[in-house]
């Protein structure tokens, strides 16, 4: 069965620091993974995606994450925090089911940003 | 242009009574999901729809309802309201074997 790990729950960082949220993974199979993330009262949106290409994988606003399976890790990373990257962030694997796929979420860390 | 639309955005009822949250999405895809967040921020999946076929229904009581009355709607029922219904229910649809899905605002549900 898929599973993901988000293995803090908060992370707090100075703005114009690096940035790292951890996500370990379990899968019968060669996953493929996510980033989504919440900013505060709205909606989902998607970070970037690992589908078995690259394994260094970019997404929108600076972020990237590294596919390491000997590690089963799939970190999200950004060299530089900025006071609006302030949110929730979900590590996510996919499932397939039937003809459709469902997405099994991590619990979540929520990222903060000191001026 | 809004690709994932739900409405209301926010509602606020008694327990017992009946409710539906509607979603609809322009994209164009053939899937359609539901999802629940609950107060501590846990998503889970609910239902997913396949061109108006259910494919996924994880053990959710049978007071929920899906209901799809055409490939770009998706609407949730919910009958006999219990306070452990709050939550924030978001819509969600993706292109036919894609597993990307493209996530609503979410309608924040609070159940007095």
């Known amino acids: 069965a898929q599973s993901v790990t988000q293995l803090d729950s908060h992370v707090s960082v100075s703005e114009g620091t690096p940035v790292l949220l951890r996500c370990n993974y379990s899968s019968s199979y060669s996953p493929s993974l996510f980033w989504y993330v919440q900013h505060p009262n709205k909606g989902l949106q998607l970070l970037l995606k690992?589908?078995?290409?690259?394994?260094l994988v970019k997404g929108i606003n600076g972020f990237e994450a590294e596919f390491k399976k000997s590690e089963t890790s799939f970190h999200l990373t950004k060299p530089s925090a900025h006071m609006s990257d302030a949110a929730e962030y979900f590590c996510v694997v996919s499932m397939l089911v039937d003809s459709s796929y469902k997405l099994i979420f991590g619990s979540g860390t929520r990222l903060l940003v000191r001026p | 242009d809004t690709a994932v639309s739900q409405t209301p955005k926010y509602l606020v009822t008694q327990m017992g009574n009946d409710k539906s949250i509607k979603c609809e999405q322009n994209?164009?895809?053939?899937?359609m999901y539901w999802y629940k967040q609950d107060s501590k921020k846990f998503l889970k999946i609910m239902f997913s729809?396949?061109?108006?076929?259910?494919?996924i229904n994880e053990t959710v009581p049978n007071r929920f309802s899906p209901k799809s009355p055409d490939k770009a709607h998706l609407n949730l029922h919910i009958n006999s309201l219990e306070l452990g219904d709050s939550a924030v229910y978001f819509c969600a649809s993706s292109p036919p074997g894609w597993e990307t899905q493209y996530f609503g605002p979410g309608t924040r549900l609070l159940v007095l």
């Open positions: 729809y396949n061109n108006k076929e259910l494919i």
């Open positions: 994209l164009g895809h053939d899937t």
């Open positions: 690992y589908t078995s290409a690259a394994t």
